[in-house]
């Protein structure tokens, strides 16, 4: 490493690029089948109800191993870790595309979301390590931004394909190749520490550890090791109501959020009789929506921190009022006549679900301190349940709505909801306090 007074270096955006990378990847297989449903469904024979629990079992593999996934991390170092991960991930995509009965799909998506439930603690550990306070608001919304990037680029690419003639299971299969080149490049450039890549110089590692002289900055935990959950972590973030509104928050962002990435294909095809083409055109726009809101909420919580020095008029704050203008929006978009009306509508709302994406990283980190990662675990495995129980209930609900004619806007309705009880959660989150027995 070179002298102190040297320029920092810059490795620290290379490594975010790489995890931002990694987040599009993975939702690039994630949601691939979201625009192929009812293209597998007419090639499989199933039902509705019978895709909702094929998304179900990927959201139930994503909650069962969010916490071993972050401890994977913890244990063996976030180089291994995230490399053997994707690799892992991409193969069970290959495996969901040579699927043919319903419990081999069920299996494969299973499988799929216990490997990429490390994505996210893993993510927010190398965050963690890597990334100085002041930061990690703009960073965390470039990797949330990158996970709407990949499910955009899924759905819309997905229905172009598909629109086209190109059969869902090849698609499944050269998506799985992206994850699988991008473990390769991630080991052999990754360090898990910055003190042991050889491109870090000795201003750059002052400033991710907080010592670098800027009076504005805050010093970064130190980097986490690889203790076992302590029952006084897990006591902590039991008895800490900053934690359960972290949850609950994640719980009802993520209901709205899967509506997105699982039925809303299907919804603009059932209730307003579009081609898939267009369907997946309509369907990326409040993904895109939310890129542009992530990257805007990144922004706005680094500079309301600078301006204010409270993280929680930058964290609570903004994401209650985000939340809020958001629910409004898509209770608006009940009264749209034309699915454009109704996906553009929505897309605004979109923008403020996305500007609250960074508020939840980077106050679950604030929480988390040493133990960020499997805070932010925790804190993802609320997110999952909306996941787990959604597509079922969704699939279920469209079969109900498609027999009997009903209105399609109820569904509409459900989701504005989640979002205003998102805003109320974050009304009792205060982004000072810690759950780490250490800190």
Known sequence: ???????????????????????????????????????IQEDLGFDNAQMGRVMSGFALGYLLFQVPGGWLGNRFGTRWAFACLSLYWSLCSVWSGTASMLRNLCASR??????????????????????????????????GACMSVGGAFALWFTGWLLARGVHWRPIFHAYSLVGIVWSVVFYFYFRTSPVDHDEVNESELALIRGTETDDSAESLPQIEDDRPVSSGLVLNMLTSLSMWGICIQSFFRAAGYVFFV???????????????????????????AI???????????????????????????TACVAMIVCAGFT???????????????????????????????????????RSTAVVMGVMNMAGCVAGVTLPTILGTWFDELLESGGDWNQVIYLHAAFYFLAALSWLIIDPNQTVDESS
């Open 110 to 143: 299973f499988a799929l979301g216990a490997f990429q439930a490390g994505l996210t603690p893993i993510s927010a550990k190398i965050l963690s390590d890597w990334i100085p306070l002041k930061e990690r608001g703009i960073s965390s919304a470039t990797i």
């Open 1 to 39: 490493m070179s002298d102190v007074q040297s320029p920092p270096t810059r490795v620290r955006w290379k490594v975010l690029s790489l995890v931002a990378f990694a987040s599009a990847s993975a939702y690039l297989t994630r949601y691939c089948i979201s625009a192929a449903n009812t293209t």
């Open 331 to 369: 209770f608006a978009s009940t009264w749209a006549t034309t699915a454009t009306q109704l996906s553009v509508v929505i897309a605004i709302g979109a923008v403020f679900s996305g500007i609250g994406n960074p508020c939840g990283w980077a106050a679950t980190i604030d929480l988390g301190g």
């Open 262 to 288: 699982t039925w809303f294909f299907a919804f603009l095809e059932y209730s307003y009789g579009i081609d898939k083409d267009e369907a997946g055109l309509l369907n990326s726009l409040p993904l895109i």
């Open 291 to 317: 890129v542009v809101g992530s990257l805007l909420g990144g922004v706005i919580i680094d500079v309301l921190l600078r301006k204010t020095g409270s993280k929680w008029i930058s964290r609570s704050g």
